[in-house]
């Protein structure tokens, strides 16, 4: 069975850090692009970051550009998504999903471009 299990969530004080973990079974991540996403109550999911199947190119939210990081380490199936200086507006339930590989575009891809799910963790930040 193909699946993808996030890992990493939890409560942190604005100003803190995250490491949420991806990690795959059932198939090869590194044969897949990755995206990392984030919902809100009420609001629409959005892509945080994205990766391609071979890491040589990566794409990122401006709301997040220079304080998350996405990395893949395919020999462990795995992939990473390090978030320093936590906002408020960064809570939400986080998601990874693998797609299809594709030309890199200078931005990531929407969710209906993604085949595989991983069933979300929480990630609340606040005082």
């Known amino acids: 069975q193909l699946q993808l299990v996030e890992s990493g969530g939890g409560l942190v004080q604005p100003g803190g850090s995250l490491r949420l973990s991806c990690a795959a079974s059932g198939f090869t991540l590194g044969n897949y692009a990755i995206g990392w996403f984030r919902q809100a109550p009420g609001k629409a999911r959005e892509a945080v970051s994205c990766?391609?199947?071979?890491?040589?190119?990566?794409n990122y939210a401006d709301s997040v550009k220079g304080r998350f990081t996405i990395s893949r380490d395919n020999a462990k199936n795995t992939v990473t998504l390090q978030m320093n200086n936590l906002k408020p507006d960064d809570t939400g339930v986080y998601y990874c999903a693998a797609g299809t590989p594709h030309a890199g575009l200078g931005y990531c891809v929407g969710p209906e471009w993604y085949n595989y799910w991983g069933q979300g963790t929480q990630v609340t930040v606040s005082s």
């Open positions: 990766i391609s199947s071979s890491a040589g190119s990566t």
